[in-house]
């Protein structure tokens, strides 16, 4: 009887003392729930959702103090994946921080740029290339299309251009099946 | 090689050809368009050229419209490793570059030049290289300006797959199964062309250093493996007939057929020795060696619901529309063309379209001959097209998976290792476009994966930005610390803070000039350190006025180091300031009777003098830099900036001194 007890007690101790080892030698380095999150987010950085950037955001989600459904250039299809993510029921997105658009890039008219830098200090992902008094310009590959430039340009000398389907982007679509009209007697 | 004794392997190398996993045999088609020989077209009046002709990166336009090219000349230069160059089929005059409509399932336009021919079929100088003899390295290297792809379709540049070289490649096979109903073209070619084939081979065979070498040939050609045969009697090169079953001519497929080996589907087959040439390329590259011709024209069957099919040899850029008048024209109920074969071919937007580098075969279709589909049924589980497909692969679970766009399991399940070879929609029974679900769902993940690509990109740029804030936040807090505490320090033991304060910053100033002065001799003038005050007035008074007359001495001088205009700047804003806090000081000392303000208003003054004559500086110097050079724009704002900030202060300690006196005075009145 008492044997049985010590040798509980031992694989208790035992077993303790390994899983608090493990606790320390595996420790999770931050919240993986605000990575798995912000791995869904499309990182446009654009703040549309209420939060400076992408991670903030993920990070209130995962605190439960925003909601699922405000990032419009995630659109549906991301709002449903972090409804899979957390457990939640999808909702469509919040109308009040603005619908999903095409994909865009920014494009500055370099002939009206006056060089103020205020563009670049807009951009969440440092893809103006410029110096003071100095024609400024976007590195197209690395604009994430936010439009957080447009705004504080004195000039309006930034538009956002829709990204174009070529033969290069072309994606084959979903087979579908022609449905022919039949004449109602 | 020292692999361990396989005696299965061994049983199974007795045998000739090894049967892979299903295939289909669909109707050849094949006997309309051999009836005649390689055909040529008239000189077309227009050849459209689109960039986008092979695998990689588009190359890079070396014409400009109105340039008059010769045939062969180079008119757009392979970019980056995987791209390949284009070459003037015919002499003529660029008279378009721009978009056209090119021959893509997407039926978008894209890049093409145009040349407007001119009938003379003028040669650019051609070199032929000896390449029985030259350097293996030089002949590679030189296939960059051959714009030679792979000619089976598949369009990867030709110089990337000689010239990998990772592994050594043991056996070489010539593709010429043809295994798609319709396309005759390699089947003409080796009827026609057989000995300059060898001789290609023979190119091939030095460039890879092959000892074995097999051209596959399907067993429904058997003119053209004669013709082979003939020509490959007293040479190493062996000719395996190969059954006819669709889809042999795909280049595992093939491999497994001639030497019962498997490829690993993660691997080229070039990693595990063995390497798979076209028949037509080889030909490209026999001429090409020889005699100096790049890659200007292709055989391409004409066929179908055309009036009389053949095969025929077309420039590259021929507007389909004379092809097919070539072959007697469509038939009235011509409803569309396919490039490629039936199997795999995909649908042309028009007839307008140019003959590429891919196209081997043009289909003219009508509903006769290409009943359309019935509506798709359900799937019944059948799993024919299991038995059909040629990987080994589920369809059935891939079409379910690529249903529901489920994309990840698709993914698991090899979708990746699909040929898209159509056997499996064409043995369902409920007539299910397998295939184009392949497609779609390839193309999907494809693009997922460059979104989440630009995701982490945009995420990591982000990151560093923040990074980046943060880290200057900090430099700036902490100078500002520092200068806190060095203003404190010095305040400290002393009496008179006031007088020991500007003996301080006259001090630093003094060190600082000197330091300059040791560290480069030449750009500051060496007798400024102990001259009397008019004569410095007088120095900056003849700098303000060089400076306003534009003299550019100081600037062609300083231009090319922007250290030493920086060093300068500060020296001259230094002076500034010990200036005007001497003369500050003079006014404390001299005058009791001499008007107070008189003093403080010069110190002022002189600094005010001072600070515009560097902003005039460093503007003139800014705008003497090349302001085409970007690297140079921001060390130049950066003086600017910083020359600025040495006014600013300079102006501030003029006004506090000011402020200082009027107030002693006013406490001594």
């Known amino acids: ?185 | 090689m020292n692999a361990p004794i396989n005696i299965a392997g061994l049983l199974k190398k007795t045998k000739d050809v090894f049967r892979f996993h299903g295939g289909v045999h669909p109707p050849e088609n094949k006997a309309q368009s051999t009836q005649l020989p390689i055909g040529k077209l008239p000189m077309p009046e227009k050849l459209v050229l689109p960039l986008r002709q092979h695998i990689g990166n588009i190359p890079k336009i070396k014409v400009a419209i109105g340039d008059h090219v010769l045939k062969g000349q180079l008119i757009a230069e392979a970019e980056g490793a995987v791209s390949a160059a284009i070459h003037a089929p015919t002499s003529g005059v660029i008279s378009a570059i721009g978009e056209a409509i090119i021959p893509h399932p997407s039926g978008l336009p894209d890049h093409c030049i145009t040349i407007t021919t001119d009938g003379k079929e003028s040669w650019a100088e051609r070199y032929p290289q000896d390449w029985r003899n030259a350097d293996i390295t030089t002949l590679i290297g030189s296939l960059r300006l051959s714009g030679i792809v792979g000619l089976g379709g598949a369009t990867f540049p030709t110089q990337i797959k000689l010239g990998s070289g990772k592994a050594a490649i043991h056996t070489l096979i010539i593709n010429a199964a043809e295994c798609e109903p319709y396309i005759t073209c390699d089947d003409m070619l080796m009827r026609e062309y057989h000995a300059e084939i060898v001789h290609g081979i023979t190119i091939v065979q030095r460039l890879i250093g092959a000892s074995n070498i097999i051209i596959g040939i399907e067993d429904n050609k058997p003119e053209a493996i004669k013709a082979m045969r003939a020509a490959t009697t007293n040479t190493a090169i062996q000719v395996k007939m190969v059954p006819t079953l669709y889809p042999s001519g795909d280049a595992r497929r093939l491999v497994h057929l001639v030497l019962g080996q498997e490829v690993p589907h993660d691997k080229r087959s070039t990693e595990v020795g063995i390497q798979v040439f076209n028949v037509a390329t080889v030909l490209a590259l026999y001429r090409y060696f020889e005699f100096g011709e790049p890659a200007l024209s292709r055989v391409v069957s004409m066929t179908g619901n055309v009036k009389q099919p053949q095969n025929f040899e077309v420039l590259f850029g021929t507007p389909l529309v004379d092809l097919v008048k070539a072959a007697g024209g469509a038939k009235a109920d011509t409803s569309n063309f396919i490039m490629g074969g039936p199997m795999m071919g995909f649908n042309l937007p028009s007839d307008n379209v140019p003959i590429t580098k891919a196209a081997n075969c043009i289909i003219a279709a009508s509903p006769t001959l290409f009943e359309p589909p019935p509506p798709a049924m359900p799937c019944i589980r059948c799993a024919r097209c299991a038995d059909a497909c040629p990987v080994n692969l589920q369809p059935q679970e891939l079409y379910w998976f690529a249903k529901s766009d489920n994309f990840e399991k698709a993914h698991e399940y090899n979708l990746f290792d699909c040929i898209e070879c159509g056997a499996c929609s064409y043995v369902c029974p409920s007539d299910i476009p397998l295939v184009q679900y392949y497609r779609y769902a390839k193309s999907e993940i494809i693009a997922l994966d460059k979104a989440k690509e630009a995701a982490d990109i945009a995420r990591e740029r982000n990151e560093f930005r923040l990074a980046r804030i943060e880290r200057e936040k900090q430099e700036r807090a902490a100078k500002h610390a520092a200068r806190a505490q060095g203003a404190k320090s010095t305040e400290a033991p002393n009496e008179s803070p006031a007088v020991t304060d500007k003996q301080a910053a006259i001090a630093a100033a003094i060190a600082r000039a000197k330091a300059q002065k040791t560290s480069d001799e030449a750009a500051a003038p060496k007798n400024i350190s102990n001259i009397s005050d008019a004569t410095k007035a007088e120095i900056a008074e003849i700098d303000a006025r060089r400076a306003a007359a534009g003299l550019t001495e100081q600037v062609t001088n300083r231009q090319p180091n922007v250290d030493d205009k920086d060093k300068q700047a500060k020296i001259a804003a230094a002076i500034a300031r010990a200036k005007a806090q001497k003369a500050e000081a003079n006014a404390s000392t001299v005058s009791k009777d001499v008007p107070a303000k008189q003093p403080v208003i010069d110190a002022e003054k002189q600094a005010k003098i001072d600070a515009a004559i560097e902003r005039a500086k460093t503007l003139k110097s800014a705008a003497a830099t090349p302001p085409t050079n970007d690297l140079n724009a921001k060390p130049v704002a950066d003086l600017e900036k910083q020359a600025k900030i040495e006014a600013a202060i300079a102006r501030a300690k003029a006004q506090k001194a000011a402020a200082l006196k009027a107030k002693e005075d006013q406490s001594k009145e």
């Open chain 1, 1 to 185: 009887m008492l044997i049985a007890l010590y040798i509980m007690l031992g694989l208790a101790l035992l077993l303790g003392a390994v899983l608090g080892y493990a606790a320390l030698k595996f420790k999770v380095e931050g919240d993986p729930l605000i990575a798995r999150i912000d791995a869904i987010l499309p990182q446009t950085q654009c703040g549309q959702c209420g939060y400076p950037g992408c991670k903030p955001y993920a990070t209130a989600i995962a605190n439960g103090e925003a909601d699922i459904n405000q990032c419009p250039p995630g659109g549906d299809e991301g709002v449903h994946a972090l409804a899979d993510l957390m457990g939640m029921e999808y909702k469509p997105l919040n109308a009040e921080h603005g619908e999903t658009k095409p994909k865009a890039v920014a494009f500055i008219e370099e002939d009206l740029c006056i060089g103020c830098t205020l563009c670049i200090q807009a951009c969440p992902v440092d893809a103006i290339l410029g110096a003071a008094k100095h024609m400024h310009t976007i590195v197209a590959s690395e604009c994430t299309g936010c439009e957080l430039c447009v705004a504080p340009c004195p000039v309006d000398c930034i538009t956002m251009e829709t990204i174009e389907e070529t033969p290069d982007n072309w994606k084959w679509k979903y087979p579908t099946i022609p449905i022919k009209p039949v004449i109602n007697l």
